[in-house]
């Protein structure tokens, strides 16, 4: 059978990265099931002081979380526009302050950075203090919980964990995930 | 109807079942969205699946709008905010991801709506975790 189709829309653009080319597009692991937490970010604390310290005490070391939203009482995030040193095709843009600021709806993954130091890796839609609603890479460390608890929805990730090394294609450090490792 | 193709005269309103395994998966550079979460589910083995939740980037952003055009939002990089969806397989076992969410541009500007498959090249990468849906009929 022969379908005629409309062919006017644009063609998805690729970007050619400074390292080799991996030919593994995936890097996909799995456990037999997860585990299921209601974590309540505590007052006052930064969003990465909240997120590791409920989830180490709750042996926690990898997970995907969704947050239900809640205010902050100074939240930072960034973007990602092209780099102007051409080292890699994105660079993060220098910390945006949005003051007071409601986080609609994020998400965020918890593992390790390349020293084995806990990382927290977030993306968030927010309300701004102007009541402006924008989005972008949220700066844990810089973001502190207001009054009161943030509900998020945690889905501890077990058998394997996340941790950031360092990807020669890109360029970029990221969390993939990895055979479990001992860290005492 | 749905990208599955079920129909709401046929559709069933009440599925039970249960959560099963759980991936991670991180998508590289210039792959699709769509089809890479359809991807990780054939690596799992994953017949039907929900995001449990993802974040990365887009080189550029493809949102369905109601007229059946879409809205590219260009980047790099747009950030991907905000994301649910689900995968459900066809007949023929083949799985078909319907995603839908938020993105901020690189002014930090937001847009939304159903991902397009095909029209949202990952940029630096793209994580995702699926949790495996187990219907008590299957």
């Known amino acids: 059978m022969l379908t005629h189709a409309q062919f006017n829309y644009p063609r998805a653009r690729m ?169 005492e | 109807m749905n990208d599955s193709g079920e129909r709401n005269s046929s559709v069933v309103k009440i599925e039970n079942g249960r959560m099963g395994r759980v991936a991670y998966a991180r998508i590289a550079p210039n792959e699709d969205l769509v089809q890479g979460v359809e991807k990780i589910c054939l690596a799992e083995g994953f017949s039907n699946a929900f995001v449990r939740g993802g974040l990365g980037s887009l080189v550029d952003a493809g949102l369905g709008t109601s007229d059946g055009s879409f809205l590219r939002v260009s980047g790099p990089a747009v950030e991907i905010v905000s994301i649910a969806g689900e995968v459900r397989s066809d007949a023929d076992g083949t799985p078909i991801a319907s995603l839908a969410g938020i993105v901020a541009d690189t002014q930090g500007r937001i847009h939304g709506g159903p991902f397009i498959a095909g029209q949202n090249p990952v940029c630096v990468t793209f994580e995702v975790t699926l949790e495996e849906w187990l219907p008590d009929t299957q």
């Open chain 1, 15 to 183: 970007l050619r990265h400074p390292g080799p080319f991996n030919p593994v597009r995936i890097q996909s692991m799995r456990h037999q099931s997860g585990r299921h937490i209601r974590l309540l970010l505590a007052p006052g604390l930064s969003l990465y002081e909240a997120v590791v310290s409920a989830l180490y005490e709750a042996n926690v070391t990898s997970a995907s979380m969704t947050i239900l939203g809640g205010q902050f009482r100074h939240l930072q995030y960034c973007v990602a526009p092209p780099d102007e040193q051409k080292k890699t095709v994105i660079a993060y843009s220098p910390p945006i302050s949005a003051g007071a600021a409601h986080m609609i709806f994020g998400n965020a993954t918890l593992g390790r950075d390349i020293a084995g130091a806990p990382l927290v890796h977030c993306h968030a839609s927010i309300c701004d203090g102007h009541g402006e609603v924008r989005g972008g890479h949220i700066l844990p460390g810089e973001s502190f919980i207001a009054e009161r608890p943030i509900s998020v929805l945690v889905t501890a990730l077990e058998g394997f964990e996340l941790r950031q090394s360092f990807d020669e294609e890109t360029s970029i450090p990221m969390l993939k995930p990895a055979a479990e490792t001992s860290h």
